[in-house]
């Protein structure tokens, strides 16, 4: 019965025109808005949950960015360029199966380089970049304060 079932629901959906189709997409994919306040700075203490960065400042420095993937790159980018120690300090007592940073890409599902050399996990929802990107901060002993994300799309209400 329950393979009977699961093929009467793929046939159904074979069967559907394109339009239906895409209106199901639509209605799944269409949670963002465009943010009413672009030029308002969020703190890593946010909730990204559904929303779309464009920018990132961190001190006074301004990056571009497309993603939350591309706020964790741009912070590590910005702290190694200004003293690279601590992070690979970190890294070398960092001695979990699963550490947050590492030398070896081979310990992440989905690896993202954010130092030369350095790896970590980028197969995260919003609130796991976030929290990486506070635990990078606090390697730091960087005030999360001196971070702000700009965003062009909100979740929807």
């Known amino acids: 019965d329950v393979k009977k079932d699961l ?3 793929e046939l159904k959906e074979i069967g559907k025109t394109p339009k239906e189709s895409s209106q199901k997409k639509k209605s ?3 949670r963002y808005i465009d943010n009413p ?6 703190s890593l203490n946010s909730n990204f949950e559904f929303c779309k960065p464009y920018a990132i400042v961190i001190g ?3 990056y571009e960015i497309f993603s939350l993937k591309d706020a964790l790159r741009s912070i590590a980018q910005y702290l190694c360029s200004k003293n690279v120690k601590p992070l690979k300090d970190f ?3 960092d001695s979990k ?3 947050l940073f590492s030398r070896t890409k081979d310990k992440y599902r989905t690896p993202l380089e954010i130092a030369d050399g350095i790896y970590t996990e980028s197969n995260l929802n919003a609130s796991g970049i976030t929290n990486t990107c506070r635990r990078l901060l606090d390697i730091y002993d960087i005030e999360y304060d001196e971070v702000k994300i700009y965003l062009q ?3 929807k209400h």
């Open 97 to 99: 199966t699963s550490p």
């Open 28 to 30: 799944q994919t269409n």
């Open 7 to 9: 093929l009467e629901t």
């Open 153 to 155: 799309k909100i979740a």
């Open 37 to 42: 306040e672009p030029d308002k700075a969020f």
């Open 60 to 62: 006074t420095v301004r």
């Open 91 to 93: 890294v070398t007592t």
